[in-house]
């Protein structure tokens, strides 16, 4: 038999309640699937809901005569109902409900008063898994809720008793670590904002209360936010501050400024967060406009710098006056990147998303985020949009995430990290998805040129809001007419397109994109091609055609590859890195450097996996 115990609580007296039958019937068949699964019952011993689960216990096939265990709240043992196999008398009255609760490895509520609620009060302090059977009395009222904040998970909600043995199977071994270590002392609020106005020297009427979670309080100067540990003894003892001072070390090293640096202030008693304060809105203010984008750029940040926020909500996101989402709270939840967590990350930020515009109206927001925890699960949101399944949109989603949007992500870093380049050009802008985040995110004015009209009248949103584009060969020649130049022009993939059935042609055309890009450019150019180093090279956008019969060339120039946004097959052109660098002399143009793409989770330092080359370029 299992070792596992599972605590049954509910109505002690079921005679007088409304639909006393189908209760009783829940109690019955909850009992004999406990048995029937393995696991030991255990209950209050008396009547009602635990009499009728001990009895349906008894019918159980794995019944055996030690099944049934009853915890009473007097000395008598024969008070117990006639179905109890290991009748307990423990003397504690209603301090039983503490024995009961403690020792079970899951607790499953069918109905309940004030009794019930204190047991399933006590169930939460000491981390167990909670399940509501039914609609009824207070197990009812707290279905797919949760009492306070120390804990991210859920009392669960099961319509039948085969769901609550299914919900038993799924989670009980995620709860069978979680050891209840005791109550640790918390500082109150006025306590913290004196503590933080001693070390840092700050008054204490200019901190500015902005509120309290499961690991600290926060509080502001409009210098800084301060967030002050609530039970420091606790973090210390596992060397928790440690781990925020790796964090911390690692995003202030970082080359670019993917994520805002923060502080770690400790000693022996407190242990204190902080970082730059900037003005920031809530992600449901209604005159913020999001979009889709914003949350994959989110993600992006946290993908390549190799950390991961696990347990993702609404209140810890927030939004810059410059329409950047950022991540307040630093805290457990910001740990080092595995492919399970970003996954859970990015599937909790997608469903927060869809959710936005009924933020204000949603009583339990972790009921739509928990599934999303360790799979693909988008039930319950589907239930509540009222759609079909986001399994597709979610799927596209990703597609703008991490592995998958490393050019892009290369080319939006590469600009970031260069205040001195003001003023863009992109040439052959495609979607103007780069360029709208270069204007919108990092304040570049951005002018664009894209040869399909029809691109631009697909994503006119994207072109409307850059500073200004055309379509065709006049747009440009009136600019180099005009003598307008840009600090920097970008030519992305472009060189890389077919252009032409004829190579004679092609490399007239690229003669002529050479030209335009030179005469366009105040000093640098930033030309991005396929690598054309490694035929094997794993693409983080598109498939190369190079496994057994699926590889194929039309000359010994042209590549097939299947684009993983589409499906469709598309033709590029892979010239050696030396037809690039006699290109660039005949242009005088000097290489200043050269960046290799690579996927960040698997080769981090590998160059072999490197899809895309960026060639830093000046105008001698």
């Not at 933020?359 to 739509?368: F, P, R």
């Not at 130049?485 to 059935?501: E, G, T």
């Not at 190079?546 to 060339?553: A, G, L, Q, R």
């Not at 200043?592 to 072999?608: A, E, L, R």
Request: charged share 25%; aromatic share 12%.
């Amino acid at each position: 038999m299992n070792k596992n115990i599972i605590a049954v609580i509910g109505y002690a007296n079921i005679d007088n309640i409304d639909y006393c039958n189908n209760i009783s019937k829940l109690a019955f068949d909850l009992g004999r699937l406990i048995v029937d699964n393995g696991y030991i019952l255990a209950n209050g011993g008396l009547g009602g809901v635990m009499e009728m689960a001990s009895k349906g216990a008894r019918e159980s096939h794995l019944y055996n005569g030690f099944s049934i265990i009853g915890i009473l709240p007097n000395y008598d043992k024969n008070i117990s109902n006639t179905y109890i196999d290991i009748p307990l008398a423990s003397g504690f009255d209603v301090g039983r409900n503490l024995s009961l609760v403690s020792m079970a490895d899951a607790v499953i509520a069918i109905g309940g008063g004030a009794g019930t609620l204190s047991e399933i009060s006590l169930a939460w302090q000491l981390g167990k898994l909670i399940i509501s059977l039914g609609d009824f009395g207070w197990a009812g009222k707290l279905a797919n809720s949760f009492l306070d904040d120390r804990r991210d998970d859920v009392i669960y909600s099961a319509d039948s008793p085969e769901d609550a043995l299914d919900i038993i199977k799924e989670k009980i071994n995620d709860y069978s670590n979680k050891k209840f270590t005791g109550i640790s002392p918390s500082i109150s609020i006025s306590e913290a904002r004196k503590r933080i106005s001693d070390y840092f020297n700050i008054n204490e009427c200019e901190l500015e209360y902005l509120g309290k979670g499961k690991e600290g309080i926060v509080f502001t100067d409009k210098k800084n936010v301060y967030k002050i540990i609530k039970n420091p003894q606790y973090y210390f003892k596992y060397y928790i501050h440690f781990h925020f001072i790796t964090i911390s070390n690692k995003i202030k090293n970082m080359k670019c400024d993917l994520l805002y640096p923060f502080e770690v202030f400790y000693n022996d008693r407190d242990l204190i967060i902080y970082y730059k304060y900037k003005p920031s809105k809530k992600i449901n203010d209604k005159s913020l406009n999001l979009k889709i984008e914003d949350f994959q750029e989110l993600l992006n940040k946290y993908y390549f710098s190799d950390l991961v926020y696990t347990g993702l909500r609404p209140e810890n996101i927030l939004c810059y006056d410059n329409g950047e989402l950022f991540i307040c709270d630093i805290g457990c939840d910001m740990q080092y990147l595995t492919e399970e967590f970003f996954y859970s990350m990015c599937r909790r930020a997608f469903a927060i998303y869809k959710l936005l515009p009924y933020l204000d109206s949603i009583k339990n927001i972790k009921e739509y985020l928990s599934p999303l925890n360790n799979e693909d699960n988008f039930q319950k949101l589907e239930h509540y949009l009222k759609s079909d399944s986001l399994k597709d949109e979610y799927n596209s989603f990703l597609k703008g995430i991490g592995k998958f949007s490393i050019q892009r992500m290369a080319i939006i870093d590469f600009y970031k990290s260069r205040e001195n380049i003001r003023t863009i050009f992109d040439y052959g802008s495609g979607y103007a998805l780069i360029a709208r985040i270069l204007q919108n995110k990092l304040n570049k004015k951005v002018y664009a040129y894209e040869i399909d009209k029809d691109i631009i009248e697909k994503y006119k949103n994207n072109y409307n809001s850059l500073e200004d584009f055309g379509s065709d060969a006049d747009y440009i020649n009136d600019l180099i007419k005009r003598g307008i130049k840009f600090d920097s022009v970008l030519c992305s993939l472009v060189l890389c397109h077919p252009l032409a059935s004829d190579e004679d042609e092609r490399l007239k055309i690229i003669d002529d994109i050479m030209n335009n890009i030179v005469n366009l450019s105040n000093s640098h150019i930033l030309i991005v091609i396929c690598n054309p180093l490694f035929n094997n090279a794993v693409s983080n956008i598109q498939k190369r055609l190079i496994n057994n019969n699926d590889f194929y060339y039309s000359d010994s120039l042209s590549f097939h590859k299947s684009i993983n946004s589409s499906g469709r097959i598309r033709e590029d052109i892979h010239r050696p890195i030396g037809f690039y660098e006699s290109l660039f002399k005949r242009f005088n143009l000097k290489i200043k450097n050269v960046i290799q793409t690579g996927d960040f989770i698997d080769n981090k330092y590998i160059v072999n996996n490197s899809d895309f080359i960026l060639f830093d370029l000046l105008k001698n």
